[in-house]
């Protein structure tokens, strides 16, 4: 409020008070991105300066409809082999995305094509490649008891830029070979996403 005197110093005051108080009132949000700004680091040459460890990574993940391109492809290339196929395809935690059953396939292919997936997802090395391993190594054979993996041909691992971000599971093909070889022919390769 100004209060008007005869000498009119108070209003001068008043007046000086409140342009000081918008100034600062303007440089305020200056002052504060000053303060949080990034501090020059300082670390003498030949230091031994360690970086910051990361607590985080960046992940690529599966779409819905990635998923579904690959089950089509899967499909496609049993149709071609007059097969019907149970086809799985997983994320990069072995969780189900996808989980299809074609018509006449038995149920048992299901938990196997899904449990073909997470063999693949969980070594990072196609079943068909395990099972062989298996067979010829007494080491190897010791994954056939771990619970939820199923050494038999069929599950591969999909690929990102090098990084595995799911797993195909394919039951029903007419044998591992068949079952292996429609699982590679679901590759999305315009969209780098590779089984191998």
Known sequence: MLYTRSTG????KTTMLYKLQLLILLFLPLLSSAQTSKPESHTPAGSHY?????????TQQLTLEAALELTNRAQAAAKSLNKEVSVAVLDASGQIIILARGNGVGPHNTEAA????YTALSTKTPTLQLARNASANPDTQNLANLPELL???GGCPIWYKGQVIGGIGIAGGGGPENDHNIATAAAVQNAAILIH
Request: charged letters at 25%; aromatic letters at 10%; zero cysteines.
């Open 151 to 153: 050494l038999l041909g």
């Open 9 to 12: 110093s108070f209003v001068k």
């Open 50 to 58: 360690q970086a910051q460890p990361t607590y985080t990574a960046e």
């Open 114 to 117: 899904r449990r073909k997936a």
